[in-house]
């Protein structure tokens, strides 16, 4: 069976634009965050290593753990303002982690 050739084309911008890739998800560390965020302070480097502890660490109780698609989605969503990235990304997560009871 083949794609219909409108919907392959969906399916690759859909994968180009949302940072994923054939082999999964691009992986982002607390340096990459913080420089394309651009944090500038202690305080902003110290949320986004909280954020990728709550995204990676298992070991947290669920109501302190965040989905990588969650922290990914808003990353994304952050980048694209043509300013202050940072403060869009804590705001942004901040709000979406409420509507599922993580408190950051």
């Given at each position: 069976?083949?794609?219909?050739?409108p919907?392959?084309?969906?399916?690759?911008l859909a994968v180009?634009?949302c940072?994923?890739?054939?082999a999964?998800?691009?992986?982002?560390d607390?340096?990459t965050?913080?420089?394309a965020?651009?944090?500038d302070?202690?305080?902003?480097?110290g949320?986004i290593?909280?954020?990728?502890d709550?995204?990676?660490n298992?070991n947290r109780?669920?109501n302190q753990r965040?989905?990588r698609?969650?922290?990914?989605g808003?990353?994304?969503?952050?980048?694209?303002?043509?300013?202050?990235?940072?403060?869009?990304?804590?705001?942004?997560?901040?709000?979406r982690?409420k509507?599922?009871?993580?408190?950051?």
């Amino acid at each position: 069976m083949t794609m219909p050739k409108p919907l392959i084309a969906a399916v690759l911008l859909a994968v180009i634009g949302c940072g994923w890739t054939a082999a999964g998800a691009v992986r982002l560390d607390a340096e990459t965050m913080k420089a394309a965020l651009h944090t500038d302070s202690r305080e902003d480097d110290g949320f986004i290593e909280d954020v990728l502890d709550r995204m990676n660490n298992a070991n947290r109780p669920a109501n302190q753990r965040l989905p990588r698609s969650m922290v990914y989605g808003t990353f994304r969503w952050a980048r694209e303002k043509p300013r202050r990235q940072f403060k869009y990304f804590k705001w942004g997560l901040t709000e979406r982690a409420k509507r599922i009871g993580v408190k950051l």
